[in-house]
């Protein structure tokens, strides 16, 4: 069986055959993959010129949608991925990790398309007046960039660690060129046969290179941006590519690390927390076989606990079968490949050198369901370093499978100065019930983590665990973590969008933003906005509506309506050393009696009023003031229909300028409101 690459719109195999694929369980051969031979300048062009040209020409929501009917669909056909996946050594609940939670990246960023305006670039933050008149002004708009997100993945997810940055990149409009390991690329090749096949993506926004890949960065140019996820050895090495030097090629990377997992000083046997500690590291330890770039390779513990998290931890160990995960009671399966065995065997004796093992056999270990020297198995290994200041080998090498090390501390200093000779982590986490303890240690050692979990009884049910990086989190770490970040919800996103600062006049950048922009032209909206489908509404569009002055009798009324006797609103007398210089209106008030203004009515296209935002009370009113709203169309966006019989319909984003006698701004608000579609079927 050859394992093909998908390129330029079509499936190809290389020259030859570089790289040679076995089953992890049964040492069986699986078939070959080759990239030798490819025109990566080519690749690379056909990305960008096809891909890139269709994603752009969609907005955020519609490629919103896209990922979310991606999602859907391999939702539906997941059990094949878990058939093949089983190849890879993984057990069921691996495979989910990499299946469910890689499809669950795709559901995740969908979601963030109700984060970014109805166009196909993104409007960034606020704009900033920069004249004193106001008739210049600055803001920033992030546009895809116009090359190719080229990712350059691990073996050890090869479902997620694809599916969790291509759908970043095409979220921002920019299109994919994966490059998965080549040791367990058949299964990326599977999951891209179904994405290709759906005609869900436009053609060119996803290519797969599998095989070693010689050349892929031959041909970046500085519209292109590069991830790497692996060790920190290799990603050093691809980082100096001359290539991405000259052309200024943004590069993350997300290494493996020596993440942490730290024991409170509060959390001794007995308690709920130590349970759960010695439950974490032990999954930690065995789910992927050890396999994760965050799994926990140090284990700190309070000097006094170290016997009885030894003990303990071993006794859970014990309980854990490897072999074959098809067979009934098995929990760790194998590591990805031979290679990795002699890896990982590798790192455990440089590690030996200065520590000693206390749990586990390189040589002797069962294994249910296969043959030991045929597939790739590894027992868990734990070693214990009594002396971690001075026996630092245990802070400078990681083997990247089921081993980790027990180190004790004296005291939370101690603990905090263990996690900083890792030198940057992905994740170092805390066990404890102590709040004060979890504040402490947190803010003394999140310098050197990306990520940081505490974890108590309190969050236990829910919690995700020590290792699973969320999509609306950022993923990455400091030093040797690689200095990178990934994911991180809207965050992520930006990364492959290029922020360009505009300046001009308010009415200009109304235009370019879709958004009004105080200053700019305000239309009289004939006939009312209310009286306007959501076509027809158009930005900067504005009601001037009738005037109404202010009155004691207002205040009071309000205030029995609604209970606020705040002392500035009904007690004149108490108002020394105040700002006021009378009793002043509610500023709910305010807001109401502009609402009052603004609203039409009568029954039309606007079916409700559904949220406020950045309301601001500027000038007091007082008894005798007289206000006016001038109510202009800020912003439109787009609502999909969610079945064929929901109504067609759209937000909308109206400012509420009130404003009193002297045209001085009193109150500014934004209220969202539904508005109907006149074309139900869109």
């Known amino acids: 069986m050859v394992i093909e690459s998908y390129i330029e719109g079509g499936w190809k195999s290389g020259d030859g055959e570089e790289q040679q694929l076995f089953h992890a369980i049964s040492g069986e051969y699986l078939g070959g993959t080759s990239s030798a031979g490819f025109d990566y300048e080519r690749i690379m062009t056909y990305g960008r010129g096809v891909g ?54 795709l559901f995740a960023n969908a979601s963030l398309r109700r984060q970014f305006p109805d166009l196909p670039y993104h409007v960034d933050g606020h704009a900033a007046p920069l004249s004193k008149g106001g008739s210049f002004i600055g803001h920033h708009i992030m546009v895809p960039k116009r090359g190719v997100a080229i990712h350059i993945n691990a073996f050890n997810f090869p479902i997620w660690g694809m599916l969790e940055k291509i759908a970043v990149n095409l979220m921002a409009g920019v299109p994919a060129v994966v490059k998965p390991s080549e040791y367990t690329c058949y299964l990326t090749e599977l999951m891209v046969k179904e994405i290709i096949d759906s005609r869900i993506l436009p053609e060119g926004a996803l290519q797969l290179v599998n095989g070693l890949g010689r050349g892929i960065l ?16 290799t990603g050093r090495k691809l980082k100096e590519h001359p290539r991405l030097i000259e052309e200024s090629v943004p590069f993350n990377l997300e290494a493996d690390s020596l993440n942490a997992c730290v024991l409170g000083e509060d959390a001794v046997p007995g308690t709920d927390e130590f349970s759960l500690f010695i439950k974490e590291v032990q999954k930690e330890i065995t789910v992927k076989t050890g396999q994760k770039c965050t799994a926990v390779r140090r284990i700190i513990v ?61 040589e002797n270990f069962d294994v249910v369901g296969a043959d030991r020297d045929k597939g790739a198995f590894f027992s868990p290994i734990i070693f214990r370093n009594n002396d971690p200041f001075n026996c630092t080998d245990v802070h400078n090498v990681e083997a990247f499978g089921p081993v980790s090390t027990i180190l004790p501390y004296k005291d939370l200093n101690e603990a905090i100065r263990l996690v900083e000779l890792g030198k940057g982590s992905l ?53 040797r973590a690689g200095g990178g970040e990934e994911m991180g919800g809207k965050r992520g996103v930006l990364h492959y969008l290029q922020r360009t600062a505009i300046q001009g006049h308010p009415q200009t950048i109304s235009k370019i933003t879709q958004q009004f ?25 504005t009601v001037f509506t009738h005037k109404h002055t202010v009155t004691d009798a207002d205040i009071v009324n309000f205030a029995n309506v609604s209970g606020d006797n705040f ?33 039409d009515p009568k029954k039309g296209p606007v079916l409700l009023n559904y949220g406020l935002e950045e309301c601001r009370f500027v000038k007091p009113v007082y008894p005798g003031a007289t206000i006016g709203v001038k109510f202009t169309v800020k912003e439109k966006m787009d609502q999909e229909k969610r079945t064929e019989e929901d109504m067609a ?22 209220i969202l409101t539904m508005v109907r579609k006149i074309d139900q079927s869109k």
């Open 517 to 541: 922009q105080i200053g700019g032209d305000q239309p009289e909206s004939v006939p009312h906005v209310f009286r306007k489908h959501f076509e027809e509404l158009n930005v900067g569009e």
């Open 52 to 105: 890139g040209t269709a994603l752009r020409k969609m907005t955020f929501p519609e490629r919103g949608r896209m990922l979310k009917a991606l999602a859907l669909h391999l939702t539906s056909i997941k059990d094949k991925f878990y058939v093949l996946s089983a190849a890879t050594g993984a057990t069921k609940i691996d495979s989910w990790i990499d299946i469910e939670g890689g499809i669950g990246n």
């Open 218 to 233: 031959d041909y970046v140019t500085n519209q292109d941006v590069v991830t790497f996820t692996g060790s920190a050895e």
């Open 649 to 670: 319909k759209g937000i909308v984003k109206f400012l509420v300028d009130v404003y009193d006698e002297t045209g001085e701004t009193v109150a500014l608000a934004t």
């Open 427 to 479: 994740v170092t986490s805390v066990v404890t019930a102590d709040d004060n303890l979890a504040r402490d240690f947190v803010v003394g050692a999140a310098h050197m983590n990306g990520r940081m979990l505490v974890l108590n009884s309190r969050c236990a049910k829910e919690s995700t665990g020590h290792g699973s990086p969320m999509p609306l989190l950022t993923h990455g770490g400091p030093g």
């Open 302 to 362: 309070p000097e006094k606990l170290v016997e009885d998290v030894q003990i303990e931890l071993g006794k859970r160990l014990d309980k854990t079968i490897i072999g074959d995960p098809s067979v009934e009671g098995v929990r760790m399966g194998a590591l990805a490949t031979k290679l990795q065995v002699e890896r990982v065997r590798e790192r455990v004796d440089l590690l030996r050198k200065s520590q000693e093992i206390v749990y586990g056999n390189l």
């Open 567 to 599: 002392y500035a609103h009904m007690d004149a007398t108490s108002l020394d050393g105040t700002i006021f210089e009378q009793r002043v209106a509610h500023g709910y008030f305010i807001l109401s009696k502009a609402a009052g203004l603004f609203v």
